[in-house]
């Protein structure tokens, strides 16, 4: 029995190390270049082997972003538990959450936007990944201006989502003055 949690141990290790090179190639070099034979070289192992773990460049792609937006997702629902006014709760989780965005987070998000216009499967995920985020902003709103509808607290974490990608992606592409 210790030897089979041994396994699965380093197959998770395996796993994540794979996650954390095509994460730093996806950052650095983009989409495009992105290929399993190369994480595979600069991992140092068989591309069979990396591709027990992810068939596809794409499957290797979404693991990544999921990855990432759960981290950012502990990240939002953190700031929103933290003891202040429900104002200041709102104020913090966006300043945080754009901080966060406009850096390695914000890279990854604007390629899932991106591959989301063509591809299914990035449609989907790019679906199912803001409206894991949106939870915590309906919240950080509802605690700030309680007392409108529920699908008002949504249009609003829908609408301030927007801004603050819109932010990143101009910090991001935009002019640095």
Do not use: C
């Not at 409206?131 to 700030?144: C, G, L, N, V």
């Not at 529920?150 to 603050?164: N, V």
Request: charged share 30%; aromatic share 8%.
């Amino acid at each position: 029995m210790t030897e089979h949690t041994g396994r699965q141990s380093k197959g998770a290790l395996t796993r994540g190390r794979i996650v954390m090179e095509a994460r730093r190639s996806l950052i650095e070099s983009g989409y495009d270049d992105l290929s399993l034979r190369g994480v595979a070289d600069r991992l140092g192992i068989a591309l069979g082997n990396l591709q027990y773990y992810f068939p596809t460049r794409d499957e290797l792609v979404l693991e990544v972003i999921r990855a990432e937006a759960s981290a950012d997702l502990e990240t939002m629902r953190a700031t929103v538990g933290l003891d202040a006014s429900p104002r200041s709760h709102l104020e913090r989780l966006v300043y945080e959450t754009v901080s966060t965005w406009r850096g390695e987070s914000g890279v990854l998000y604007m390629t899932l936007s991106f591959l989301a216009l063509h591809r299914d499967a990035f449609r989907t995920e790019y679906r199912r990944v803001y409206k894991t985020f949106y939870e915590p902003i309906e919240r950080a709103i509802e605690r700030a201006e309680p007392g409108h509808p529920k699908s008002e607290y949504r249009q609003r974490a829908r609408l301030l989502t927007a801004l603050m990608d819109g932010a990143a992606m101009q910090v991001q592409v935009g002019p640095h003055d």
